[in-house]
């Protein structure tokens, strides 16, 4: 993979601390992007790989996390970087192990998904566009939640 070295210097850039790939292991599940698991001797990363042009899609994606992590209601991952070369665009997260601990009570996930759920707005929408999948996701804000859906979510 031709961008393991510029990830892990960007990784080091924004912790502050020299990291150096020594195991990339590839996790199942994603449907549009390659997802690994990226070590060194002491942290561990989770890292989203696509295509070069997909670095709006991973920069979106990291202010959604941003978001929801400050709404102070579920726990996600954290964005550490993301970037692109001529080979690929990735993300960065903070990795969570979520097969164990406080991470695999669905009881749990759903007040947490409710409680971020009833935090509310005035307009409907969000500040940037973003993307379900590889769709486009458009998020320009409407007062109306009927015409916010129909036009943006159901119509697009």
Same mark, same amino acid.
């Given at each position: @993979? !031709? &961008?393991? /070295?510029?990830?892990?210097? *960007?990784?080091?850039? &924004?912790?502050?601390?020299?990291?150096?790939?020594? $195991?990339? +292991?590839? =996790?199942?599940?994603?449907? =549009?992007?390659?997802?690994?698991?990226? &070590?060194?001797s002491t942290q561990r990363y989770f890292v989203k790989l696509n295509k070069p042009g997909s %670095? &709006? @899609?991973? $920069?979106a994606e990291a202010a959604g996390l941003m978001e929801? /992590?400050?709404? /102070?209601? %579920?726990?996600?991952?954290?964005?550490v970087c993301y970037g692109?070369?001529?080979h690929a665009a990735w993300l960065v997260l903070e990795y969570l192990n979520i +097969?164990?601990?406080? !991470?695999? +009570?669905?009881? $749990?996930?759903?007040? *947490?998904?409710a409680a971020m759920h009833h935090i509310t707005s005035k307009e409907f929408g969000w500040v940037r566009n +973003?993307? =379900?999948?590889?769709?486009p996701q458009i998020n320009t804000t409407s007062s109306d939640w009927i015409h916010f859906w129909q036009t943006h979510r159901l119509g697009h």
């Open positions: @993979m !031709h &961008a393991w /070295h510029e990830i892990s210097t *960007q990784i080091s850039t &924004a912790t502050n601390s020299n990291f150096k790939i020594k $195991e990339t +292991n590839p =996790i199942g599940g994603g449907c =549009i992007n390659q997802t690994y698991c990226i &070590a060194d %670095l &709006a @899609m991973f $920069e929801i /992590h400050q709404s /102070h209601t %579920l726990r996600v991952p954290l964005p692109q070369n001529d +097969n164990t601990g406080t !991470h695999s +009570n669905p009881s $749990e996930l759903g007040r *947490q998904l +973003n993307t =379900i999948g590889p769709t």
